[in-house]
Each structure stands twice: as structure tokens, then as C-alpha cells.
């Protein structure tokens, strides 16, 4: 398949994609990008045309609205785009990177964490040919580590399908692993101004407002509605600067709480704003995140100047991060709150010293060390609390043994791709004291 050819584009045209009087075939972000709705063959005079099921609030722009909206966000993203290092480059894989690194992760993070990756890693080929642990060790503080095993893979697709050449046709991109609707879009509009259509947070907010789209924003439907009108405003020329307009703009100006009506260059065109709506659009999720409380303990073994941990294996949370022993613990506390008596009640050191001999085959004295860590992943929220011990010159157990755990010093430790909670212990407690 060959990539979609370049439009010639004029300094400023912002005409309507559909236009150029060729069709194509689109396909449906993180999690949900893989979910996201197909999208159908777009008509070439698809600006004219409503989605038949339009909600009765909703104010679809015509025409001149959306010529009028391309020319307004272009000029606004001219005069106030940030200088980000991943907007210094043309190299569809170093958008990539950045566009994944971005995905759940604030921008001024991303912003050190993007150069070390790609001087590490400047190529796909670096990348695919790199072992996964050198990969999560970069990672490391960036949380969501799917992000980076799915990159890895894709790097690896890229290798042995394309070359090592990051590909430019949209299906190519959109059948790499981790790669959504969102993504593939976002990289090939960036990197090679094609023109494609993208939807993830902020444009939600924006378009959900610019629409007056009052019903929750997340529904399969609504989701259709948003993309079929992403589909409809994004220009035939200049489609990158337009897309990292609008997330811009939904970031810096069209914020969820205090929208900046008065800067936004959209608002006479604006539904929210024109109503008076900003604060109750876009509508609250219909079906809220259902949060999970859970208590574990991080179990800190010491055998003279080495720790026990081990590599998660692949069936676990965090698959492929060192980690200490952790057992949950929830079920030994008692008071209404759920929470942990602190220090740790005798009776969960004692369950704990029997966890470890029955797993590991050691004797222990535990004690409670320092103050638990509140932590949230997923839907999961982690209270985290440490006990640590030493352990006389005993054996570990070959069951142990073979199901990876092993004794690992300091130096050896601060090589390891951590995860986020034991490397937060390790960083606070340990390493200043011991290493
Ligand atoms: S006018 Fe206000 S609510 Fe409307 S898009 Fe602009 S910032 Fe958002």
C-alpha cells in the first residue's frame, strides 16, 4: 500500500480536505484508541452533509463555519505555539515517540524525558534491536510501562515489515501494536502534513463545546458524532499545525475549569460559550470510574549488602519491573476505614514473617520502615506500607530460586527498571541511608 500523496498547499489555504476530490478510507488513544469507531468512506462534499442522527442541541458548522474555524485556529497556533523539542522535527518516528510518551503524561515531563529516549534510541532500528529492559529503565517515572512495551513491539514490526523505515500510509501505521485512530493520525498529520482527523482529550472538550454537545461525550455515539466532525474540520493542507492547534488551544485556552472565553480566537462560534454552558459542558462520564481501595506491604529482605527482589513475570501488574516482595495485606486490618493501623499491628509483621519463610524459605524479624506511600494505578487505589528485615546466611528456596527471585546489590538495583512504588522506596529510604 502506498502512502497518501502530498497536496500541493498554498501558504494559507485551509480548504476543506474533501475537496481535493479524493476519498479514503480511515480507521478508527491509549486503551480506547483500538476501539474507537471506524470510520466510514468520506464523501467528498461531506462538509454539506449532517449526520443523520444529530443530537437537537448540537450546531453543526456549514460550510464558511468550518473554512472560518481552520483560518482562525492556524493564525492562533502561529502566534502562541509552544516551542516543544518534538515540534523542532519532521521524523515520523520521533513524533511517535512523543506522541506516546504524551498520552497520560504531562508535557513539561515528556519534555525531559523525549531527548534522553531518542539519544538513546535515534533510530526504530536502535530501538527494536535494544532489550526491553534498557527500554523500561528510560521509561522509568513515565508510568503506563504498556506504553513502552507496545512501542518496543511496534519497533519491531517496523524492522522486519517496513524496513525499519517508520511507515507513512495510514492502515500500516494504524496496524502497529499500540497504534489507535488517534495516534496514527496525530503522527502522520504532524510529521508529513497529511490530512487526518484526530480525537483525545482536550479536542473532546473543545469540540463537545464548539457543538454544544451536552450529553456525555464518551458514548459510542457521541464518539462517532466527534470524530465524524474531527473528519469534518481538518484541512486538506497544513492538517498537522491544524491538529496541534486545536489540542493547544483545548489545553491552554479551553481548559476544563475556567475556560479562557475571553482569549479563544473560536467563541463567536462557539455553542458553550454562546449559551453560557463552559461549565457543564462536556458532561461528567455517565458511568464514573469505579476506584478499588487495596493495602499492601512492600517487604524489604536484606542479606548483608544485597535486597531480595525479582522481575515481574509477563502474567503480572508492571510485567517486566524489578520489585520487592508484596503481599496484600488488606484483608488483616479491622477498623471501618480500611485503612492500616500504623505501625503495622503485630499480627500482619507476624503473617508476613510467615509469607516470607513459606515462600522464600527464610527466617525473619520484620519491622515496620518509615510511613506508607499512597499510590494510584488504574482503577486500583494502593496504600503502601514498607517493613523490612535482615536475614541471617540462610538459603533462599529453589522454588524461590526458579520463580526468579534472586539477591541483588545496591548497584545492581539502581541498574533495574524499578517500578514506580519501589523505586520511590528505594530512593527515599534506602539508597540515601545504605548505598
Ligand atoms: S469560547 Fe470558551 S468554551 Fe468555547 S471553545 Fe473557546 S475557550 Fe472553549
Known amino acids: 500500500m502506498t502512502a497518501r500523496p502530498q497536496p500541493r498547499c498554498p501558504a494559507n489555504d485551509v ?31 461531506r462538509t454539506a452533509k449532517l449526520p443523520a442522527d ?3 442541541e448540537v450546531r453543526w458548522p456549514d460550510a464558511a463555519g468550518c ?25 515520523p518516528y520521533a513524533v511517535w515517540v512523543s506522541e506516546v510518551m504524551l498520552q497520560q503524561t504531562q508535557v513539561v ?19 527494536a534491536a535494544a532489550p526491553i529492559d534498557d527500554v523500561l529503565r528510560l521509561w522509568q517515572g513515565l508510568g503506563y510501562y504498556r506504553r513502552a512495551k507496545q512501542l518496543h513491539a511496534a519497533a519491531g514490526v517496523i524492522v522486519q515489515q517496513h524496513g525499519g523505515q517508520f511507515p507513512t500510509d495510514f492502515s500500516q501505521v494504524l496496524a502497529l501494536p499500540g497504534v489507535g485512530r488517534y495516534t496514527a493520525g496525530a503522527v502522520l498529520s504532524i510529521a508529513q502534513q497529511q490530512s487526518w482527523p484526530i480525537l483525545e482529550g482536550n479536542t473532546v472538550r473543545l469540540y463537545s463545546r464548539l457543538l454544544g454537545l451536552a450529553s456525555d461525550p464518551t458514548t459510542p455515539a457521541n464518539q462517532q458524532l466527534l470524530w465524524r466532525f474531527a473528519e469534518t474540520i481538518v484541512p486538506q493542507c497544513r492538517a498537522g499545525d491544524f491538529n496541534q492547534g486545536l489540542m493547544e488551544l483545548g489545553g491552554q485556552v479551553c481548559q476544563r475549569h475556567q475556560p479562557k472565553c475571553g482569549e479563544c480566537p473560536l467563541r463567536k462560534g462557539c455553542v458553550a460559550y454562546q449559551t453560557g454552558r463552559q461549565a457543564e459542558i462536556p458532561a461528567a462520564k455517565s458511568r464514573p470510574t469505579r476506584w478499588e481501595a487495596r493495602t499492601e506491604c512492600l517487604v524489604l529482605l536484606q542479606r548483608g549488602p544485597r535486597w531480595l527482589g525479582r522481575t515481574l ?57 518509615g ?31 526458579s520463580a526468579g527471585w534472586e539477591w541483588l546489590s ?15 522506596v528505594w530512593e527515599r529510604q534506602i539508597e540515601p541511608r545504605d548505598t
Open 15 to 45: 480548504e476543506d480536505s474533501a475537496n481535493a476530490g479524493k476519498s479514503r478510507r480511515t480507521r478508527s488513544r491509549l486503551s480506547a484508541e483500538k476501539s474507537a469507531p471506524p470510520p466510514a468512506e468520506r464523501p467528498s462534499n
Open 54 to 56: 444529530l443530537p437537537a
Open 67 to 91: 473554512r472560518d474555524l481552520r483560518r482562525k485556529v492556524l493564525r492562533w497556533f502561529a502566534a502562541h505555539r509552544r516551542d516543544l523539542p518534538w515540534r523542532r522535527t519532521q521524523d
Open 109 to 127: 515531563t515528556v519534555q525531559d524525558y523525549w531527548p534522553r529516549f531518542l539519544q538513546r534510541f535515534p533510530t526504530v532500528s536502535d530501538l
Open 313 to 369: 513475570p509477563a502474567d503480572q501488574r508492571w510485567a517486566g519491573l524489578w520489585d520487592f516482595p508484596r503481599f496484600d495485606i488488606g484483608w488483616l486490618l479491622t477498623n471501618e476505614q480500611d485503612e492500616p493501623q500504623w505501625p503495622l499491628p503485630p499480627r500482619a509483621l507476624e503473617w508476613l514473617q510467615q509469607q516470607v519463610h513459606e515462600q522464600f524459605g527464610l527466617r525473619v524479624q520484620l519491622q515496620p520502615l
Open 371 to 401: 510511613e506508607p506511600i499512597r499510590h494510584a494505578v488504574t482503577r486500583f487505589r494502593i496504600l503502601l506500607a514498607v517493613a523490612q528485615g535482615h536475614v541471617a546466611a540462610s538459603r533462599l528456596s529453589a522454588t524461590a530460586t
Open 410 to 424: 545496591a548497584a545492581a538495583i539502581g541498574d533495574r527498571p524499578l517500578s514506580v512504588t519501589a523505586r520511590q
